[in-house]
């Protein structure tokens, strides 16, 4: 489980409540790795998202759960290390869109930690995988955490901007009645031509984020 160190400290109050449920998830990661399996990503960096503060997100972008092959999960959403070739499927139609939507041209790598300094927050709705294994800890006990997370960024103030690709992020969206939200299909290439490609999210979050007062968002990331 990752470090409290690595937590902003106003996202204390939202986990404290949370402490059993977070060392009964400990406590199952440690078994099934004990059993064998390989746990992603590394226990450090499971709640990377959490290291934004609070106060500074403007955006919410829900993923599903983290890249399954070794080497790629990182703790947010859709990224993945700097050096990790070839990009995940997912990313590189993140990318495509962005540059139709925006002219933004692909980075050459998968590493948005940019996005994320500014105030992009790239949470999975579950935090851990095993290895190869995409979708294996569904039914671990992540739910109330990210959902407490949710209502955390629900009752601020300033309305933060939701993004939600794909059926499974938009089942949450009924816990977000506070934010405006931005819908479409999944970027994965199962499903990115029933609707993600030609969203245009990326200028409309901008745009979100204009009619609330806030600074937009520099898609184009520093090269690799």
Same mark, same amino acid.
């Given at each position: 489980?990752a470090?409290?160190?690595?937590?902003?400290?106003?996202?204390?109050? !939202?986990?404290?409540?949370?402490?059993?449920?977070?060392?009964?998830? &400990?406590?199952?990661?440690?078994?099934r790795?004990?059993?064998? =399996?390989?746990?992603?990503?590394?226990?450090e960096?499971?709640?990377?998202?959490?290291?934004?503060p609070?106060? +500074?997100?403007?955006?919410?972008?829900?993923?599903?759960?983290?890249?399954?092959?070794?080497?790629?999960?990182?703790?947010?959403?859709?990224?993945?290390?700097?050096?990790?070739?070839?990009?995940?499927?997912?990313?590189?139609?993140?990318?495509?869109?962005?540059?139709?939507?925006?002219?933004?041209?692909? &980075?050459?790598?998968?590493?948005?930690?940019?996005?994320? =300094?500014?105030?992009?927050?790239?949470?999975?709705?579950?935090?851990?995988?095993?290895?190869?294994?995409?979708?294996?800890?569904?039914?671990?006990g992540?739910?109330?955490?990210? +959902?407490?997370?949710?209502?955390?960024?629900?009752?601020?103030?300033?309305?933060v901007?939701?993004?939600?690709?794909?059926?499974?992020?938009?089942?949450?969206? !009924?816990?977000?009645?506070?934010?405006?939200?931005?819908?479409?299909a999944?970027?994965?290439?199962?499903?990115?031509?029933?609707?993600?490609?030609?969203s245009?999210?990326?200028?409309q979050?901008?745009?979100?984020?204009?009619e609330?007062?806030?600074?937009?968002? =520099?898609?184009?990331?520093?090269?690799g």
């Amino acid at each position: 489980m990752a470090s409290r160190g690595f937590i902003a400290a106003d996202w204390v109050s !939202t986990l404290e409540p949370l402490d059993g449920v977070l060392q009964e998830i &400990a406590r199952k990661l440690a078994a099934r790795s004990q059993a064998g =399996e390989q746990i992603l990503p590394a226990p450090e960096v499971m709640l990377r998202a959490l290291s934004l503060p609070v106060a +500074e997100i403007k955006v919410l972008i829900m993923g599903q759960d983290p890249y399954p092959t070794p080497g790629q999960a990182n703790g947010l959403a859709f990224a993945a290390a700097k050096n990790v070739r070839p990009l995940p499927r997912s990313l590189r139609n993140i990318y495509k869109e962005l540059f139709v939507d925006l002219g933004v041209p692909e &980075a050459g790598h998968p590493d948005l930690g940019a996005w994320h =300094e500014q105030g992009v927050m790239l949470l999975n709705q579950v935090l851990s995988v095993t290895a190869s294994n995409a979708g294996s800890h569904q039914k671990l006990g992540w739910a109330p955490v990210v +959902e407490a997370i949710i209502a955390t960024l629900n009752a601020r103030k300033v309305p933060v901007v939701a993004v939600l690709w794909g059926a499974h992020a938009q089942k949450l969206g !009924t816990l977000m009645n506070n934010m405006p939200q931005l819908r479409s299909a999944h970027p994965s290439p199962l499903s990115a031509s029933r609707g993600f490609f030609g969203s245009k999210h990326f200028s409309q979050i901008n745009r979100r984020l204009a009619e609330i007062g806030q600074a937009p968002i =520099e898609w184009k990331l520093p090269a690799g």
